[in-house]
């Protein structure tokens, strides 16, 4: 691996996560119920809400969502918001998980989104239609939502209570069409031959504190770019960036996944092969924090999860919090990586720090069960001992699996085991369905000072004197964390 723009060495004496520390968890049971109003049992009202999370500093909320139901997609679930609040102790442990609102998404005419698979709806794969699987939210300043689709991939304004009000404009390039240019949101590669990878659209939105720029990122890299116009064996995939006024992209930047090389060095073995580089590998989330500077999170597809129950830690390669940074970076709007897996002459990527491993973290901190989705990453409240909570989610798959013919099962777990019952049927004794979990992070010290002031809310009256204090702090820091721009 080569290091550009910046000393191997220098890179070495930044300490990762020097000032970030594991504060605690809240799991939510996965027989958990919402708020719903269009039914009960396991396909209407089971609580599911990792998928994304975004906290309002101003209104003290945090809003999670549920993708598009039990059974990915074979099911005909309303996907939603949940709106919940948390209590956090002085060094930013959580407890008390409190659901407070749950708001359907509706299409123009009223009706609920659904989270069929499109090829499922009456339109057929050409057409989204109703078909919503919702990854990625933000909140807006005019309480508007955000919401991104992995279907599309779009990204949708909804008003607060659900209701659509338009939808931005994609670039063609990531929308997935086949041999003969039809849109094709159902199917994946060989029949969809450009555009973004089936189950892998936008999983990952974020928006400035001015709420003029938006970013949604995609999970993996467009089906045709890479080596043998194969996605899955490439690095290299897209964050787009959006005029929330227009609605237009503006502008996309290539993000690079840690290299396939480094990854199986860390598990025995070497378990991922060239084609799960850019498929078993990816994205989940996008925070922006100041700038050009984001949180990401990466990860593999390993940990506890309805469909990989049992297997030991030591398998998991890669549950990562990365800083990036734009600024820089080339706008590949206009510029295919089909073809090859290296970046074209003169395309930079945007630079690249590991901020948190979060695996590490974890089993440091005594937990002996990690997720396989991290999906949601939000800057919390600021915490009475000084800096402020990060907090991490889980999807759970509302600890739902099936087989080949589309039938649901609930799948419990417990004692090294797991079982697979009839939905909505209860678990054996000594087993239960996989829970939901957030996990905190306390940042304190030079970390706490990466982060944008507006991330955190209008400032009392008190505080300016200390944010003022602290902008020769910040501009230290940041060059101290410069961004590395890592290649394979």
Same mark, same amino acid.
């Given at each position: 691996? %080569?290091?550009?723009?910046? !000393?191997?060495?220098?890179?070495? !004496?930044?300490?990762? /996560? #020097?000032?970030?520390?594991?504060?605690?968890?809240?799991?939510?049971?996965? +027989? $958990?119920?919402?708020?719903?109003?269009?039914? $009960?049992?396991?396909n209407s009202n089971r609580l599911s809400f990792g998928s994304d999370l975004f906290f309002d500093p101003r209104r003290q909320i945090f809003y999670g969502i549920s993708d598009r139901g039990p059974g990915g997609g074979t099911i005909d679930w309303a996907p939603r918001i949940e709106q919940f609040n948390v209590d956090f102790s002085a060094s930013g442990g959580i407890s008390n998980f409190q659901l407070q609102r749950t708001t359907l998404f509706r299409q123009a005419n009223g009706q609920v989104y659904s989270g069929l698979n499109p090829g499922l709806q009456p339109g057929g794969a050409r057409n989204l239609g109703p078909a919503l699987d919702s990854e990625g939210i933000v909140r807006l300043p005019n309480g508007n939502f955000l919401v991104a689709d992995e279907y599309g991939p779009s990204i949708y304004e909804v008003q607060s209570n659900g209701r659509f009000v338009r939808a931005f404009t994609q670039p063609a390039n990531i929308l997935p069409r086949d041999a003969s240019n039809n849109p094709d949101y159902a199917n994946g590669r060989p029949t969809i031959v450009s555009g973004r990878q089936d189950n892998r659209g936008f999983e990952g939105l974020t928006i400035s504190a001015d709420g003029k720029t938006a970013w949604g990122i995609l999970q993996d890299p467009l089906v045709n770019e890479g080596a043998s116009n194969d996605g899955r064996r490439s690095q290299n995939l897209r964050i787009v960036q959006f005029d929330v006024a227009t609605g237009q992209s503006t502008g996309q930047f290539?993000?690079?996944?840690?290299?396939?090389? /480094? @990854?199986?060095?860390?598990?025995?073995?070497?378990?991922? $092969?060239?084609? +799960?580089?850019?498929? $078993?590998?990816?994205?989940?989330?996008?925070?922006?924090?100041?700038?050009?500077?984001?949180?990401? @999170?990466?990860r593999d597809n390993r940990g506890q999860g309805p469909d990989n129950l049992i297997s030991p830690n030591g398998d998991i390669a890669s549950k990562r919090v990365y800083m990036i940074d734009l600024a820089g970076a080339t706008d590949v709007s206009g @510029?295919?990586? #089909?073809?090859?897996? #290296?970046?074209?002459?003169?395309?930079?990527?945007?630079?690249?720090?590991?901020? &948190?491993?979060?695996?590490?973290?974890l089993l440091a901190g005594g937990e002996t069960i990690l997720p396989e989705k991290l999906e949601g990453l939000a800057i919390g409240p600021r915490l009475a001992g000084g800096g402020f909570a990060l907090l991490l989610a889980t999807d759970n798959d509302f600890s739902v699996t099936q087989n080949g013919s589309n039938v649901q099962f609930d799948v419990c777990a417990g004692g090294g085991s797991f079982t697979q019952v009839a939905l909505g049927a209860a678990c054996p004794d000594g087993q239960a369905l996989i829970p939901s979990r957030i996990y905190s992070f306390a940042i304190t010290g030079a970390d706490a000072a990466l982060f944008d002031s507006a991330l955190f809310g209008v400032p009392e009256p008190a505080s300016w004197a200390m944010l003022i204090?602290?902008?020769?702090?910040?501009?230290?820091? &940041?060059?101290? %964390?410069?961004?590395?721009?890592?290649? #394979?």
């Amino acid at each position: 691996m %080569r290091i550009m723009l910046l !000393a191997a060495a220098m890179l070495a !004496a930044v300490p990762a /996560s #020097a000032a970030v520390s594991f504060a605690g968890k809240i799991e939510v049971a996965g +027989n $958990s119920t919402d708020l719903a109003t269009i039914g $009960s049992g396991p396909n209407s009202n089971r609580l599911s809400f990792g998928s994304d999370l975004f906290f309002d500093p101003r209104r003290q909320i945090f809003y999670g969502i549920s993708d598009r139901g039990p059974g990915g997609g074979t099911i005909d679930w309303a996907p939603r918001i949940e709106q919940f609040n948390v209590d956090f102790s002085a060094s930013g442990g959580i407890s008390n998980f409190q659901l407070q609102r749950t708001t359907l998404f509706r299409q123009a005419n009223g009706q609920v989104y659904s989270g069929l698979n499109p090829g499922l709806q009456p339109g057929g794969a050409r057409n989204l239609g109703p078909a919503l699987d919702s990854e990625g939210i933000v909140r807006l300043p005019n309480g508007n939502f955000l919401v991104a689709d992995e279907y599309g991939p779009s990204i949708y304004e909804v008003q607060s209570n659900g209701r659509f009000v338009r939808a931005f404009t994609q670039p063609a390039n990531i929308l997935p069409r086949d041999a003969s240019n039809n849109p094709d949101y159902a199917n994946g590669r060989p029949t969809i031959v450009s555009g973004r990878q089936d189950n892998r659209g936008f999983e990952g939105l974020t928006i400035s504190a001015d709420g003029k720029t938006a970013w949604g990122i995609l999970q993996d890299p467009l089906v045709n770019e890479g080596a043998s116009n194969d996605g899955r064996r490439s690095q290299n995939l897209r964050i787009v960036q959006f005029d929330v006024a227009t609605g237009q992209s503006t502008g996309q930047f290539i993000y690079q996944l840690e290299a396939l090389a /480094s @990854i199986n060095a860390r598990v025995p073995g070497s378990p991922f $092969s060239a084609t +799960n580089q850019g498929r $078993s590998i990816g994205v989940s989330s996008i925070t922006w924090i100041g700038g050009t500077k984001f949180l990401v @999170i990466e990860r593999d597809n390993r940990g506890q999860g309805p469909d990989n129950l049992i297997s030991p830690n030591g398998d998991i390669a890669s549950k990562r919090v990365y800083m990036i940074d734009l600024a820089g970076a080339t706008d590949v709007s206009g @510029i295919s990586l #089909a073809g090859s897996n #290296a970046l074209p002459g003169g395309v930079t990527p945007v630079g690249k720090l590991l901020f &948190l491993d979060v695996q590490a973290a974890l089993l440091a901190g005594g937990e002996t069960i990690l997720p396989e989705k991290l999906e949601g990453l939000a800057i919390g409240p600021r915490l009475a001992g000084g800096g402020f909570a990060l907090l991490l989610a889980t999807d759970n798959d509302f600890s739902v699996t099936q087989n080949g013919s589309n039938v649901q099962f609930d799948v419990c777990a417990g004692g090294g085991s797991f079982t697979q019952v009839a939905l909505g049927a209860a678990c054996p004794d000594g087993q239960a369905l996989i829970p939901s979990r957030i996990y905190s992070f306390a940042i304190t010290g030079a970390d706490a000072a990466l982060f944008d002031s507006a991330l955190f809310g209008v400032p009392e009256p008190a505080s300016w004197a200390m944010l003022i204090a602290g902008f020769g702090l910040t501009g230290a820091v &940041l060059r101290r %964390r410069r961004l590395a721009i890592v290649s #394979a």
